[in-house]
C-alpha cells in the first residue's frame, strides 16, 4: 500500500470537514433565531471533532513528528484538498443552509460507504461520526424546506444560492489518483457510485420545497487538486492566525 496516497485521501476528507466548520464557525451569535444559531455551531463542532480525528490518523501515517494542529493548521493555500464547495462564503442564511443540505447529503452517502473499509480507523471514524452527519443532512435539508416553500422573498433567496452552488456539486465526484488508489485498496470510497442517486435525493427535496432543478452542465472544479476561489486565502488567514502568531501555544 502507498502510504502517501492514504494520507493524500485521508486529508482531503478531512480538509472538507475543516473548512465547513470554519465557515459555520463564522456565524456564531448570528443565527436567525437563539436555537438555530446554537444548531449551526454544535454542526460545526461535529465536523470539527471529525476531521480531528483524520488529522491523528493521517499525521501517523505522515510519520514526520507532525501533530493533527500542524496538519489542520500550518499548511499552505494549495496543500489543502476541499472541495470548492465547502469554501463557499456566508452570503445569507438560505445560502449557508444550501451548501450544507449539498454537502451533507454527499457527506452521508460518503460516510455510509466508509463503514465498510478494509482500513479499520477509517471505519471506525466512520461509525463515530454517521450519526453526526444524518442530523447535519436532516437540519439543513428541513431549512431548505421551509426557506423554499415559505415565503416569496424566502423562496427566491433559496432559488439563487441552489442555482449558485449548484456549480460546485460535480466536484465531489471527481475520482484523483489517490481516490482511485484506495479504492483499488478496498479502503477508499468509489463515490462516482452514489452521483445519481446524490442527485437523485437531492432533486427531489428541491421539487418537495416548491424549488426548481438548476440545469447546468458546466461545473467549477479545482479545489481537490489544491487550486482554490478567491475565497480561500481569507479563511486561512482567520482559521490560521493564532497558530502562526504564537507558534508551538498548547492549549
Keep these: 500500500m502507498n502510504k502517501q496516497y492514504l494520507f493524500d485521501y485521508i486529508i482531503s476528507i ?13 456565524l456564531c451569535g448570528h443565527g436567525p433565531t437563539l436555537e438555530t444559531d446554537i444548531a449551526g455551531t454544535n454542526i460545526s463542532l461535529d465536523l470539527i471533532g471529525q476531521c480531528r480525528n483524520y488529522y491523528q490518523y493521517a499525521a501517523k501515517i505522515q510519520g514526520e513528528g507532525k501533530t493533527e494542529d500542524d496538519l489542520a493548521f ?18 445569507h442564511f438560505g445560502y449557508v443552509m444550501g451548501r450544507q443540505y449539498l454537502f451533507d447529503v454527499f457527506h452521508l452517502f460518503l460516510m455510509t460507504e466508509m463503514l465498510n473499509s478494509k482500513d479499520e ?8 461520526g454517521i450519526k453526526e452527519v444524518s442530523y447535519h443532512k436532516r437540519f439543513s435539508g428541513d ?15 433559496m432559488q439563487e444560492a441552489i442555482d449558485e452552488l449548484w456549480a460546485f456539486t460535480d466536484e465531489l465526484f471527481d475520482l484523483t489518483e489517490a481516490d482511485k488508489a484506495m479504492i483499488s485498496e478496498g479502503i477508499g470510497v468509489d463515490t ?53 502568531t504564537y507558534p508551538n501555544m498548547e492549549w
Design 14 to 26: 478531512a480538509d472538507n470537514s475543516l473548512i465547513l466548520a470554519q465557515r459555520l464557525g463564522e
Design 74 to 91: 500550518l499548511r499552505l493555500e494549495r496543500d489543502y484538498k476541499n472541495v470548492l464547495l465547502v469554501e463557499q462564503p456566508n452570503e
Design 121 to 128: 480507523t477509517l471505519a471506525a471514524i466512520a461509525k463515530k
Design 143 to 157: 431549512w431548505v424546506k421551509r426557506l423554499g416553500d415559505g415565503t416569496d422573498e424566502s423562496n427566491t433567496k
Design 192 to 244: 462516482s457510485k452514489f452521483k445519481e442517486k446524490y442527485y437523485e435525493e437531492v432533486s427531489e427535496l428541491l421539487k418537495e420545497s416548491n424549488l426548481q432543478v438548476p440545469e447546468r452542465k458546466n461545473f467549477i472544479k479545482g479545489g481537490k487538486n489544491g487550486t482554490h476561489s478567491e475565497y480561500m486565502g481569507y479563511i486561512l488567514s482567520d482559521l490560521q492566525y493564532m497558530q502562526r
